[in-house]
């Protein structure tokens, strides 16, 4: 095969679910058309690369020369609640099903042993202060329900400390909307019957 | 969202078989990616896209620069056989199983009423000149089974007619090494019984 369409397929391969085969599909279609899209998707990346970082302040994704993200900058979202989440998808979950309208803060992954995640890694060292500048009330914990992300819930929470009059909460664990008993996993049963609301 | 995110998002969630969440766990991957990956492919999209250009001969890209590809270059291919596949990713996929090792010809595509593709759109025109040119003898169809690949098969033995003393063959229909019959439809079945080899 031609060394550069290789190289070209190595690297799409090596991207989140594209593989092998999405890398040939993939090269193929950019080599085989005629109306520009690969030197467009190229532009973007470099212009993308180039000039996005993490917002100093919460860590979404940002343009570098503004300063603060979209979020920090928007006055209405001060509204004293913060919540918690591993990275910048969750945050465009939660935008999504507009639930909630307050800030974020993401601290870049989860503490863990297996992947040698270490406090270090996080992006939690400005939380106290970030709490108590902005007047946060309650920050709210958006992390995933397993075992790393409940570990790491409980490091932050020990981190923001008593260093504020905060509340802390978290998402409600349960049977999700249209969940068949039958497809539930015996750990997700347990959570649902011990937080079993009175009708 | 960022427009900057959004866009690299949505370029390559045009891409085949990636999609909406598919784009963005891709951008996002390659925007906290600190090892350069972003730039790099940027790089190898522009240097395929910009010297990567189809064979004047047989339609595989290959080097722009170089003229004709590996395959009409190898003379050791010059065997007499010319496969007709569809696309590059059939010679790939061909290949990689070491059955052939002879010409092949990229016709670029299917006739389709319904996708609107005609005869002049397909790389068939310098077919008879090939097979006179380097003495093919057979002519190999390994497009797809289906009623579309079948009438562009015999389009193409039409367009080659009597020019040449070239023998026709196409790859056997039938049931798939490892095929439970339970699990073939009633076409792959029947052709399958009616290409019975006696034992």
């Given amino acids: 095969?031609?060394?550069?369409?290789?190289?070209?397929?190595?690297?799409?391969?090596?991207?989140?679910?594209?593989?092998?085969?999405?890398?040939?599909?993939?090269?193929?279609?950019?080599?085989?058309?005629?109306?520009?899209?690969?030197?467009?998707?190229?532009?973007a990346i470099v212009d993308a690369v180039e000039n996005i970082a993490p917002c100093p302040c919460c860590g979404v994704l940002t343009d570098r020369g503004i300063g603060t993200c979209e979020f920090c900058r928007d006055a209405s979202r001060q509204n004293g609640q913060l919540c918690v989440v591993r990275d910048l998808s969750d945050v465009w979950t939660?935008?999504?099903?507009?639930?909630?309208?307050?800030?974020?803060?993401?601290?870049?992954?989860?503490?863990?042993?297996?992947?040698?995640?270490?406090?270090?890694?996080?992006?939690?060292?400005?939380?106290?202060?970030?709490?108590?500048?902005?007047k946060i009330t309650e920050v709210i914990f958006a992390l995933p329900n397993t075992v790393e992300g409940k570990t790491t819930q409980h490091y932050v929470m020990s981190v923001i400390g008593d260093t504020a009059n905060v509340n802390f909460t978290e998402l409600a664990s349960g049977v999700p909307l249209g969940g068949d008993l039958d497809y539930i996993d015996d750990g997700t049963l347990s959570l649902a019957f011990g937080g079993r609301k009175s009708l």
Same sequence: chains 1, 2.
């Fill in 1 to 43: 095969m031609n060394p550069k369409i290789e190289k070209l397929i190595k690297l799409f391969a090596k991207l989140p679910r594209v593989g092998a085969r999405g890398g040939q599909r993939i090269a193929l279609a950019l080599l085989q058309d005629k109306t520009g899209r690969g030197t467009a998707l190229a532009n």
């Fill in 94 to 134: 939660l935008e999504k099903s507009s639930v909630f309208h307050g800030r974020y803060h993401i601290i870049g992954g989860l503490l863990s042993g297996a992947s040698g995640v270490l406090p270090q890694d996080l992006n939690i060292s400005t939380l106290p202060s970030r709490i108590n500048d902005e």
